[in-house]
Each structure stands twice: as C-alpha cells, then as structure tokens.
C-alpha cells in the first residue's frame, strides 16, 4: 500500500506564497504521475498541477505562471510552491499517485491539507 502525506498548508494573504509537500512511501519516479488536486468548498475536485514519470508536467489554466510542480526523487516528495496566491485558490489541497499495474489503475491519496487565501 503506497502511503501519500501532505503537509505545507496555512493561511496566507493574498499575493503570498507557500509552498505544498508530499511525501510518498515509494519511489516517486517509477509511478505513471503524482500530480495535486483542491476542493473548494461545494466544488469538484480539480487538477491543479501534476508530474509524470517522465518528467513533464501540466498545469490548470487557472494556476499556469503561477504554481510550479516539482519532484525530488531522493526523497520520494513531490512539491506545489504557490505564488502571487488569490483568495479563490482557498481550497483543500490533495496530492494523489496515479499508477498502472497489469492494465489496472491505482489511485492513492492523501488526507489533504487545507490552504486558505485571505486578508
């Protein structure tokens, strides 16, 4: 079982930064993608930004130039650094490993942490 930890998340003012972190229990760079996704409040969850095994990454066209998506594979953590934040990116922020195993697909979450943008 893949365990999937967030951490990073506050209160910040508009125009602010902060900086998401996941930590997976396994190596990040064998899995098909590890991405992030928020709820606002009674919405859907969404993409926000995800990163695929080879390397490259997407981004919702809400947070292009605004959140970049990283990796470090020696420590098995995948990174959100949110910048120039706006009151409606205040959501749950989930990370999620996507995998495929012998044409089945795997998804595993985290328990989300909670980003507010606010002045």
């Known amino acids: 079982q893949v365990q999937v930890v967030e951490s990073g998340g506050g209160l910040v003012q508009p125009g602010g930064s902060l900086r998401l972190s996941c930590a997976v229990s396994s190596s990040i760079s064998s899995f098909v993608a590890v991405g992030w996704y928020r709820q606002g409040s009674g919405e859907p969850r969404e993409l926000v930004a995800n990163i695929l095994s080879g390397g490259s990454t997407n981004y919702a066209n809400s947070v292009k130039g605004r959140f970049t998506i990283s990796r470090d594979n020696a420590k098995n953590t995948v990174y959100l650094q949110m910048n120039s934040l706006k009151p409606e990116d205040t959501a749950v922020y989930y990370c999620?490993?996507?995998?495929?195993?012998?044409?089945?697909?795997?998804?595993?979450w985290g328990q989300g942490t909670q980003v507010t943008v606010s002045s």
């Open positions: 999620n490993v996507h995998d495929v195993r012998r044409g089945l697909r795997y998804d595993y």
